[in-house]
């Protein structure tokens, strides 16, 4: 059964950093790209970053700029990602979500929350 | 990036009665593969989306037969044929043909009148 859990949500300042995680089980993670896309209270789904199976290929949204990194560690089946200059309107739930061969997301995380609150 | 718009993005419905919600792209989503890459998503209140539809009609394993979907190009339909209590969420559509920025239409609320 593929199962993908996120980790490393919580209340932040903003201006401050979080690091998230996304260990994925039931499927052989390295063939993968994998996303996250996040879900701002009361709102939409909203892309935010992709990494190629190997790592060596990172896409992100151009509400980024600059300031998130993704990142995969396939010996430990786990994605990353590193959050700086954290804004209010950063302030989400967090999915990790596997892309498949059609275009598509075929299994999403349960999602971890993410606040920016002074 | 692609632009996707949903309608209506509130929908009330009777149950057993059926639903349709449309969704139209800003550009073609036909791929250089020929592939038409259009997703449904349903997500239930408090829980993560699930997949419903993918490469236009395609159902995931799982969903029932009265959801379905189709079109082509730039317009799109996910239909329910009789709309049951379970259904009540809100349902997106997204784009998965031009890489490397996958969007998602607004989102459509259905729920039950």
């Known amino acids: 059964e593929v199962q993908l859990v996120e980790s490393g949500g919580g209340l932040v300042q903003p201006g401050g950093s979080l690091r998230l995680s996304c260990v994925a089980s039931?499927?052989?993670?390295?063939?993968?790209?994998m996303h996250w896309v996040r879900q701002a209270p009361g709102k939409g789904l909203e892309y935010v970053s992709a990494?190629?199976?190997?790592?060596?290929?990172?896409v992100y949204a151009n509400f980024v700029e600059g300031r998130f990194t993704i990142s995969r560690d396939n010996s430990k089946n786990t994605m990353f990602l590193q959050m700086g200059s954290l804004r209010a309107e950063d302030m989400a739930v967090y999915y990790c979500?596997?892309?498949?061969?059609?275009?598509?997301?075929?299994?999403w995380g349960q999602g971890t929350l993410v606040t920016v609150s002074s | 990036d692609v632009v996707m718009t949903q309608s209506p993005l509130s929908l009330p419905v009777t149950l057993g009665q059926p639903a349709s919600i449309s969704c139209r792209s800003s550009?073609?989503?036909?791929?250089?593969?020929?592939?038409?890459?259009l997703n449904w998503f349903q997500q239930r209140p408090g829980q993560p989306p699930r997949r419903l539809i993918y490469?236009?009609?395609k159902r995931d394993s799982g969903v029932p037969d009265r959801f379905s979907g189709s079109g082509s190009g730039t317009d799109f339909t996910l239909k329910i044929s009789r709309v049951e209590a379970e259904d009540v969420g809100v349902y997106y559509c997204?784009?998965?043909?031009?890489?490397?920025?996958?969007?998602f239409g607004q989102g459509t609320k259905v729920e039950i009148k």
């Open positions: 490469m236009v009609s």
């Open positions: 979500v596997r892309h498949d061969a059609y275009g598509s997301y075929d299994y």
């Open positions: 990494i190629s199976p190997n790592g060596d290929d990172t």
């Open positions: 997204m784009q998965g043909a031009h890489w490397p920025t996958w969007t």
């Open positions: 550009q073609s989503l036909v791929h250089s593969d020929g592939n038409t890459f």
């Open positions: 039931g499927f052989i993670f390295s063939n993968f790209h």
